[in-house]
């Protein structure tokens, strides 16, 4: 995770240095990409701080959502899975994925989008970690960072929010509300 996060950041600084302003930016992460996002903007000074970030389908941490993956419903009651399995993953900084840990560092609002049916990061996550950002996050942030639900039953799933007709709308009314932030 590393080499994704010191990839991600090197992008972000670029940008700052073809002078875009840190408020005129918006990172935008899903799923794994999610995790990234938060170890980034844990890593600015706040200086650099973009406007806001949006997390699409986003989990607490690797270990969580290997736990709760599909693919591991035969294997995760087995009792070496968390041995061989999860103690791996966790264990190393360049799988570990956490958003947790970083959240009290991350100085900008947040726009946490999820679906209920997704059927690859559990929705119970997602409002998870929103309910953890809005309790450890600074406090000039943290009533900035909001939570929007796309319903089940609209096939929306893991990688199909972005069809969601209230998409730019949801975007567009968080956009405006962190602008004077």
């Not at 994704?4 to 700052?16: G, P, Q």
Request: overall charge positive; some cysteine.
């Amino acid at each position: 995770m590393g080499g994704t996060v010191n990839d991600t950041a090197a992008i972000f600084e670029w940008i700052l240095q073809r002078r875009v302003p840190p408020k005129k930016i918006l990172l935008w992460g899903h799923s794994l990409g999610t995790s990234i996002v938060v170890q980034v903007l844990a890593r600015l000074p706040k200086e650099k701080v973009p406007l806001a970030a949006v997390l699409e389908a986003p989990f607490t941490s690797f270990a969580e959502e290997i736990a709760e993956h599909p693919i591991n419903t035969v294997y995760r009651h087995l009792p070496y899975f968390k041995r061989f399995i999860l103690d791996p993953v966790v264990g190393n900084p360049e799988l570990n994925f956490d958003s947790l840990t970083p959240l009290p560092n991350v100085n900008c609002p947040l726009l946490i989008l999820h679906a209920e049916d997704d059927h690859i990061v559990p929705f119970h996550l997602g409002v998870r970690l929103y309910d953890i950002a809005r309790a450890v996050q600074p406090p000039e942030v943290r009533n900035r960072t909001t939570f929007h639900r796309f319903p089940g039953g609209h096939g929306y799933r893991h990688n199909k929010i972005r069809l969601a007709p209230e998409l730019p709308k949801v975007v567009g009314d968080f956009i405006r509300s962190v602008s004077d932030f």
